[in-house]
């Protein structure tokens, strides 16, 4: 009788180790899993940031357009100056060289 209480109770130690095992390997599953949510979260938050510049950028780009357009304007309008001062003075452009 005793040899199969012995019995018993060994088995009951290895089913107990089993199970132990198994909750640490759930426990380091769910570290990393928290782990992995964490670096999620961090990287959410730089996409967010990366998404909300795109509509700064569009208003950046219209603004370069703008300067474009008016750095072209202002070449053709001081063309047309020298050619105006020149045609006054035809001297004048010879002393600006």
Same mark, same amino acid.
């Given at each position: 009788?005793a040899?199969l209480?012995w019995? =018993? +109770?060994?088995g009951?130690? &290895? /089913?107990?180790? *089993? %199970? &132990?095992?198994? %909750?640490?390997? !759930? +426990?380091r %599953? &769910?570290?990393?899993i928290r782990r992995? !949510?964490?670096l999620n979260?961090q !990287?959410?938050a730089g996409l *967010?940031?990366?998404?909300?510049a $795109?509509?700064?950028?569009?208003?950046?780009?219209e603004v #370069? #357009? $703008? &300067? =474009?357009q008016? *750095? !072209?304007?202002?070449?053709? @309008? /001081? /063309?047309a %100056?020298e050619r105006?001062?020149?045609s006054l003075?035809p001297t004048? #452009? *010879? @002393? @600006?060289s």
């Amino acid at each position: 009788m005793a040899a199969l209480w012995w019995i =018993g +109770l060994i088995g009951s130690w &290895l /089913a107990i180790l *089993a %199970v &132990l095992k198994l %909750v640490l390997i !759930t +426990l380091r %599953v &769910l570290k990393h899993i928290r782990r992995l !949510t964490e670096l999620n979260a961090q !990287t959410a938050a730089g996409l *967010a940031e990366n998404i909300a510049a $795109e509509p700064m950028l569009a208003a950046v780009a219209e603004v #370069g #357009g $703008e &300067l =474009g357009q008016a *750095a !072209t304007t202002l070449a053709s @309008r /001081a /063309a047309a %100056v020298e050619r105006t001062v020149e045609s006054l003075s035809p001297t004048a #452009g *010879a @002393r @600006r060289s």
